[in-house]
């Protein structure tokens, strides 16, 4: 066994509830669910929470109804070269006291610049990669995050400056909450 199958997205019976599955399956690989385990088993049918880095994203835009954290992805290259962004990555907009990213020395946005459709905090890290694993969005750290424990370190690919380096972050019990 590879992978759990969690979800499918089927088109053709999506109407009626009833025909084949000919749309996109969504899975989770067999080493996380197998990671996730005791955590599941401990919560007795209570919500599990994903572990965090205490972060939030610092790239915002509106959405129809809502305002959504994107990656930096969505902006034009023109945009990011004259606001001296890597091509891809997450922004941090901001970090909480007390937790794992404020520890391994991770920085929030200083200034905020807005733009028709959104803001971006600048003059913090954007994180590009996760154990080597590329970051574009909040989904994309919390993937590299999922199966993690308390005390686990991981290897965060970081742009400050213009500069890449690698920093490590462990997780501890306020990663869980």
């Known amino acids: 066994m590879i992978g759990i199958n969690t979800q499918i997205y089927s088109p053709s019976g999506q109407a009626t509830g009833v025909g084949q599955s000919a749309g996109v399956g969504f899975a989770i690989p067999v080493n996380t669910a197998k990671n996730l385990l005791p955590r599941l088993q401990a919560a007795n049918g209570q919500e599990v929470r994903a572990p965090t880095l205490g972060v939030t994203a610092g790239l915002l835009v509106r959405g129809q109804q809502q305002v959504l954290a994107v990656?930096?992805?969505?902006?034009?290259?023109?945009?990011?070269?004259?606001?001296?962004?890597?091509?891809?990555?997450?922004?941090?907009?901001?970090?909480?006291?007390?937790?794992?990213?404020?520890?391994?020395?991770?920085r929030g946005g200083t200034r905020t610049e807005s733009f028709r459709g959104g803001a971006i905090r600048l003059g913090g890290d954007v994180i590009t990669a996760v154990n080597g694993k590329p970051v574009d969005a909040l989904e994309d750290l919390q993937a590299g995050l999922i199966d993690r424990r308390e005390g686990d370190?991981?290897?965060?690919?970081?742009?400050?400056?213009?500069?890449?380096?690698?920093?490590?972050?462990?997780?501890d019990e306020t990663s869980f909450r």
């Open 71 to 106: 990656g930096l992805s969505v902006l034009s290259s023109e945009g990011k070269r004259e606001l001296e962004l890597p091509e891809r990555g997450l922004v941090i907009g901001e970090v909480a006291p007390g937790t794992p990213a404020a520890r391994a020395g991770l």
């Open 153 to 171: 370190t991981v290897t965060l690919t970081v742009v400050r400056g213009g500069e890449s380096r690698e920093v490590k972050v462990t997780l």
